[in-house]
């Protein structure tokens, strides 16, 4: 059958990938795209990149325009997503881009988001080691899918092998991201001008403020942590798309490398877009751009006492709207792998 | 007075910004340049933005052609500026630009460069603060420096400060760095191409094999550190020029966050190249592109235990030629800010 | 029927992009790969982006590993094919991505590549308009084509409906390209280098030498032009994909501006990659990144007499992959847009 | 004597690169400075890269703040310099950066601009050559000048010499410009963001709207042009700074080359800041990223029966700050030069 499907936000970068890999998917028609001040235009006027959906034109975002399809994503600023959500049928499959559903702490919430939880829905990377299987079984049997933050799932795919197989410390993990500017969405914000962004690399959200690290705990824990500490920071460097994600973590005192890289292999042995590369061998974005692909390279450092995670994610693929369809295929018991390029756009 | 200089390796990205520097020094004469391959053209053949120099032309690399001149600076290739130097006269101030002369470790050496350890020259960071005094001290007697490795003096100035004041421990600190391409000189290898380096962000040297950690390991034991340990990760980012580091170490238990920040204020009070911005600020490369500034921001992050230095440094000129330049400033009694320009060209 | 392709070149940026889209094309089976030094090797270690053919590695390129295919693209440097095409069988179709196979006139071929002319093979852009139908016409019906230089066909495809509805003068016909580096290949040259290629616009081939040159003049001639003139200069910007190419012609005198615009919609109504965009509207190359579309916009400037033609490519898809695919779907007779992405991948 | 200096629109990227200027310059002391929305901010906290100014707090643009100084520079959004202008001392040096005083004529403004034209200044590029003399000798007698647009005045430096000599035609000439975003200064657009910037070649203006067009045929006039006409499209690139302009103009039949080449020759012997490169070299941006130079490189196309001529310029410096000092350095008898980079920071 196909389903038919609504995106809320697409006239956003999230809203525009998620309707870019549909357009390739076999059983998804996308019937009805919505958007906020540009209600009214053809979608191509706003995203003149997506060619083929000449026919369409944004609608306004409510519940009434979304109601009457199989799928809805969407793919709204945070805190918009949550009254939206709650007038849709229960048997709708509705995947949240945003971040209203991602926590399922309210403390977490609270501290970095403020008020109004709006309590956590199943969480959208299936390749996420948990203690008992993968977050793969719990997306088989949801009709609410939370897709995750693009810099939190890049730094969790990356950690939670070594946390699940007792190889790394959960304490004093660090992760240090370069990231492109289109994670930040369209807004325009001075420090988001291309003048600013060329040629320059900017940290921001420093010092343990930014909102993905209790999403990146809360992953941790699912594999095995209690209660895990990280140092996080971000700089945003001039490329619109990509996360190359460093992350380092102590070795258990006795560990061996072979056991560590053996952590990461098993983890993700046989899966499509979670990929660890061989001994010596590390990412860089380009290598998954447009993709939704994660590629992992792994070293240990003996001398510093610490493994490093190389990670290279699209932000916008695997860290968004790839991460979406790819539950929302899991959710509907279609092939998993349906519709999502795994070759990136290089160079 | 006026000193007369030679600039050896005048092709490449160092030679030709420490000519770009020289050219606004009312000390200096830059009266010879030379270079390898392209010895016999006119320099404004391949630097063409040092529209000062049309008049010189580039000679062979000997020491016959280097001698004669009060002041001498080697940007050559690792390996190359040992026998040339050996060759200048003792009098004569040389600074070489290249690592043959960092590294007082043969241990070090012999590890991270293999062969024919040269000894150690005088480091060129003058800002580094060292049990007694700074590093300033040692340079005004010399007529050797070594000029620094640009990611090593980068993390060194981030990192020394907390070490000299006990505030962070010096085990288990953890650099990354955003760097641009120029840092790996005019190499023609395939990752450096423009279609390589554009729309992508690529770590190189993982899991502690890079040659700047022992040079960042010296500079940490003149602080006081005994045996510090690092993990270290540079990722080529799509900018010419620019180091972000971002450098984090453990907080040495019951230190407050006031001690923590007076620790680096101590250190670099009245420094007019290594500023610490105010809490809750911090750098990007673009503010200090073409200056010999580096410009820091501190966050102590309490949950992960550790606090954060965001370090943004020009490559080419604090991390190499301006290094380089003020540091002669100083072997030569000049005024130390000579020549060196405090603000960066932004946007 | 599936068929059997070869790719050889596999290693270069046209061959890896030929693969990236063979990798979605359900009649195409990739079967070889060849390279020249990289021969031996994994693809994927070469080409990391390539996720879908970790089954591959690199052979030799000769004629013997290539036979036995139904299909065979070349991705050769220019004066390689000619000897390698010669001993492939007749009913094997070809397609070669280099230049050798391009013109038809011995004369320009001398001029601006020298010796040895291998004669002309069916051009590979199927929506250039001819004086009767289009160059599709002629692709139905052959087993030798050869893929267009990128800027070539872009500037073609931008003023052939002009020259063939007779509303613009071949005369003093003027183009300059924003091109990215990607379209020099994967060459170790220093002016390609990053650090040399961002924050740069650089200019090359100026004055009438560039090899597109007499290539872009026979196109124009299958529009009915008898002896075109162009000024034609292409500059590196700093993308790693894309081509933005501003042509302009002199209005023929009493042509009104609706008469204009009609000449270039009727030429692509109906064209799935070749778009004309509404009165006002003009691409950008992020709307077509990784994309076979060809998007173009149109203004009449009064005052200057002249049309200017705005066109946005990628260099490695519609310019080079892209049309070499659709040229082979054509002879073939499968349904032309079989295996091509056309909207972009933006931002 | 030292010359007190206020600049109004500080926090701007004009008046930004004012500053940087005026911090080497040995005669001006920056006193004051204004902005709009940041009034009350150190001047540090907008523009972190002006280290030499970390004593100024940004004030109210009005004119009482910006009276009693000897030097004001005005960086104002178009529109808003006329009235602030015409409550300053008419002994006062003014410098307007915006548009609203370089079009001699009212049916240009009216065009281009809308009501309300306030007349003409000075303008301010000295170099442009003149039916007798060059602009320079205007700017020595005045104490209002217009500051150029950036892109008509690297337009107008390209083509003037060929008018003034009589070697090219006025009519149908054609420039296309690849320029950097910063030109667009700190405007929150959306098709300004970095992740629209960032891999993509943007044309904007297109077809004979751009409000340079009117100056640059001004400058043409000046340089004895009577009607001349020119087809103008700029094309923003994913670099901060810089434009390069390619401008082509039918020869006069009749020219042979070296009379073209001596064109240009003559018109810049001795210049400082605007110099014609060696036959067959061209410039990069690059080359003059920060510097007060144009870089010309020039080829006669004899089969397009065209010259060529290449123009590399940072819109920031030559394009408007540096201008704009060089122009008050004239107004005010000093040495043209001072203060004034000539070399660019490349790579």
Redesign the interface.
């Given at each position: 059958m196909t389903y038919s499907v609504a995106v809320s936000g697409a006239s956003g970068?999230a809203g525009?990938e998620i309707l870019?890999l549909l357009?390739?998917h076999p059983d998804f028609e996308v019937r009805t795209v919505t958007a906020h001040s540009n209600a009214g235009q053809p979608l191509v006027?706003v995203?003149?990149?997506?060619?083929?959906y000449t026919h369409l034109t944004l609608q306004e975002t409510t519940p009434e325009v979304l109601s009457g399809h199989d799928v809805v994503f969407l793919a709204l600023p945070h805190g918009a997503s949550g009254a939206v959500a709650a007038a849709l049928p229960d048997d709708t499959l509705v995947i949240d881009c945003g971040a209203d559903h991602r926590l399922e702490s309210s403390t977490d919430w609270a501290r970095f988001y403020g008020a109004d939880h709006h309590g956590a829905w199943t969480y959208g990377v299936p390749e996420l080691p948990r203690l008992s299987g993968t977050q793969r079984d719990r997306l088989a049997k949801t009709r609410r899918i939370a897709a995750p933050g693009c810099n939190a799932s890049t730094v969790a795919l990356s950690l939670a092998p070594g946390i699940r197989a007792g190889v790394i410390e959960e304490?004093?993990l660090?992760s240090?991201l370069?990231v492109?500017?289109?994670g930040?969405g369209?807004?325009?914000?001075?420090h988001?001008?291309?003048?600013?962004?060329?040629?320059?690399?900017?940290?921001?959200a420093?010092?343990?403020v930014h909102r993905h690290i209790p999403e990146i705990q809360q992953a941790l824990r699912w594999a095995g942590a209690d209660r895990p500490?990280?140092?996080?920071?971000p700089?945003?460097?001039?490329?619109?798309?990509?996360i190359?994600a460093?992350s380092?973590a102590?070795l258990v005192p006795g560990t061996d490398a072979a056991a560590v890289r053996r952590a990461w292999e098993d983890a993700y042995a046989g899966e499509p877009f979670v990929?660890l590369?061989p001994e010596g061998?590390?990412?860089?974005?380009?290598?998954?751009?447009?993709?939704n692909?994660a590629?992992l390279?792994l070293?240990?450092?003996?001398?510093?006492?610490?493994v490093?995670v190389?990670a290279?994610v699209d932000n916008l693929v695997k860290g968004t709207a790839g991460a979406a369809v790819q539950s929302a295929n899991i959710a509907l018991g279609l092939t998993e792998t349906t519709g999502l390029?795994?070759?990136?756009?290089?160079?």
């Open positions: 970068y525009g870019r357009a390739d006027a995203q003149p990149h997506l060619r083929a304490h004093d660090v240090v370069a492109g500017p289109s930040a369209k807004s325009l914000k001075a988001l001008l291309g003048a600013e962004i060329l040629g320059s690399a900017n940290p921001y420093v010092g343990g500490t990280i140092s996080f920071t700089v945003i460097v001039p490329m619109s798309r990509g190359l460093t380092t102590r990929q590369l061998q590390f990412p860089k974005t380009a290598d998954v751009v447009g993709a692909t590629l390279g070293a240990v450092d003996e001398q510093a006492g610490r490093v190389i290279a390029p795994v070759n990136g756009v290089a160079p």
